[in-house]
């Protein structure tokens, strides 16, 4: 096995210009949950594995008692209508550990984007702002100059020198790597408190992907999830605000 | 040297489509310490030794007062009887330090796996609880999903979600990569406080292999180490309650 | 792409036995700041970039909304008149993470330097005193003997057993493996404080590259930022002090 | 350059089955100060340089102001009388960092001597105690069962079970791999506390070399070396108990 391998899982699709998405672990996991709602949601089909030897030397043990060796994923959906294109999307249980990991991954991601026709590559991610947020801004950056307008139409915000840091990671390096090889795309970072999984970042990022690739998408569960996330935020706090009050009871006697 | 080398310590044993059961160093240590039972009780031949870049640069000091570079060793047994198989047996010093080397040495143990002809692997190590246990259960994942059941029949567990981190080093990974190419298998792990070395453990894992591979094993030595350990882990309770009364008597004489 | 990549940006420009000086990020930036302001001055020319796997998986992004793979980036700039030569100049967001990368970064550097007839590098550092300086001093340490003399006639400072830790990172390297290869050169270290960035100590160093060179260079600009730092020390000083102040009112009242 | 390259820095020296002896900096340095005692007392010559991208990126500066590459140096020396040997004696700056660069580099180490025909190696190093010692005695480990009886003769230690660790880096390696490819040898190990350098330790470890090499060396220079370290121990310890009785006294007032 190569440092990077890829596995077909089922007979090559036939895709035409497909526009490549991705979504892998990262802050507030946003690309994650945007891609996995993206695939249940137009019930796109499975059709190759990556494995990286700088991913972690482990397997997932799935429900029915079987084995799963820790991968990146790539699904297909196949154009519906006018106005919409074919889309490759990818997601996975971990970026690459190390920088030459990273770079190895992408590099094959992007070598297997091309065998498909992609053009088009945009990547999802979460902005840590460190603090609550009510209404989550979608964060841009783009390969190309022109692509800042269109992308502004659709929603998303630029905004100077945020983040201060960059990318760092696969929605990073896709784009960076990706520019240099021709691609055009955008990088959306949804932006979320950072602490816990946040689909409600993720909800913000789908819709303006809604726009761009014309593909309805009922976000309920994504709401519905939302919720469950606030209400364990919720009880997260107040049971830091018991042991505060317990804390400071302690001291008072002590 | 390459990478991972193997090195043939005597000639090549012939073997009939042996059983590659593993057992390296791990949580408990209860894989090591059940192959290494295994090993003694039928007394397996060494055949060969692993080395690997990614092992740490050291030496072992033998009571001769030779050294030993630390390694893999594989061992194989011949079947005596019928409706028992040939066994190749693998245990060893160290797993890969580094995701990468871990990804290697897996390869290379699949690799003389597939030479000798094996189907079948079973991978042995711990489940690390935190806390006490009096009967250790052994946790099952399997490659295939037929062999749950086979599994099940000689009394190894599955629950859902557990281990909930899945199987991390050599013992997921040769199933995992395993898989790949065909091999079936099932990793057993024994529950364990995850403290201390646990007999206790691989006895328990062992009872479930002697079914497996219909061979008998005096488990009398086992239970001996199992012994030992709890009285030093008694002594290691004792010792703790007894510093910590003390500092709670100068924490009242301060 | 290799582990090191280099890519043209515009035609390969003919010079004729250019200097290469190099300044990559590192103690107080003293390097990078240095070469970028030789860079702004000189309006030098952009005409290739590096590209390493050992660099941080990371985009930057451009005021303009685009993004920027991180790299390290190669200007030149042809004499003018008499007694100046073409210069090559390096500077960049990272040096490598690892040694590895450190090594392999600069064999590439020295490649190119090689490919365009470069004889002598210089290489621009910061040496970190951990306390406050008036006048910066300027290290300096060279590849051959009879260069100490050079060097010092142009103002730089050769201090028995100073840096005693010798010269760590692509400044050092850059000579330690050109040395070998037949490269002559100096590394010019600028005293600093080391807390920040060290427009103050840039401008010490590039006073004795003016003098080599044989090149002038207006230092307002660097002098502009000297004060902006100094500025900006000062009020962390005293947010310092009011913090020590308020801590120690703290103490009297608890 | 290759992951570690040797360089001649002359000609070849011919040499009649020399002896390998090495002593890279570890525990006390005592194996580092045993060879370069060596080398300074025959007044052996250098005639090649190891480099490796596992050493840190790093140039020393020389007295003279010029810079060195850190780098491992091979010296020889030619017996001068009966009953005495070839040397090439190897000691340097760094050890490898990882795991994979210090097999590399003892690799490299064993071509070398293999190729000037090398058949037994000694390796030096320090057995970190971590408490003070008077008389140092010098622990040993053989890569063969009938040298043990030898190394005792001339005065070496075995302890079962000691060091328990066994031993890490290249002095273990060395005797690890080599004897794999047929070479003999041997690993003393001076007791040290570990604190600090150790020329006492040093002195016990040569006075065993000398026996076994047939080489008479003055010891004297390690000597005064040794009293100076015990100076700046004695020193350090009074500066200790002084800053404890301050800060009991402190305790007191406070």
Redesign the interface.
């Known amino acids: ?1 190569d ?1 990077v391998t890829v ?1 077909y899982t089922s007979k090559k699709p036939k895709l035409k210009n497909p526009i490549l998405i991705e979504g892998l672990p990262g802050i507030g996991n946003v690309g994650k949950l945007a891609v996995e709602h993206l695939i249940d949601s137009v019930n796109a089909t499975k059709f190759a594995e990556l494995h990286s ?9 799935n ?8 991968n990146n994923e790539f699904y297909y959906w196949k154009a519906k209508k006018r106005g919409q294109k074919d889309l490759i999307l990818l997601t996975g249980d971990y970026q ?2 190390s ?6 991954l ?2 094959k991601i992007l070598e297997i984007a091309k065998e498909f026709g992609v053009q088009e590559i945009f990547t999802l991610g979460g902005y840590g702002l460190g603090h609550e947020i009510r209404d989550p801004k979608v964060l ?6 022109h692509l ?1 307008k269109t992308m502004k139409k659709y929603g998303a915000v ?1 905004k ?4 201060g ?6 929605s ?2 896709l ?3 990706g ?2 090889q021709g691609f055009q795309g955008a ?1 959306f970072m949804g932006e979320t408190p950072g602490y816990l999984v946040d689909p409600k970042s993720a909800k913000a990022v789908l819709k303006i992907l809604m726009k761009i690739t014309n593909v309805d998408l009922n976000l309920q569960a994504l709401e519905k999830k939302a919720k469950e996330i606030e209400h364990i935020a919720h009880q997260l706090k107040e049971m830091e605000s018991i042991s505060k009050e317990k804390s400071e009871e302690l001291k008072y006697i002590g």
Chains 1, 2, 3, 4 share one sequence.
């Open positions: 096995m440092y596995r030897k700088d991913f972690p030397p482990q397997v997932f043990i429900t029915d008692g079987t084995i799963e060796l820790v690459g550990l920088s030459q990991g990273q770079y190895e992408v590099e841009c950056a783009t390969t190309d100059k800042v630029f100077k020198n945020e983040p840091g960059g990318i760092v990671g696969a990073g390096l784009l960076g790597l520019k240099q990088c």
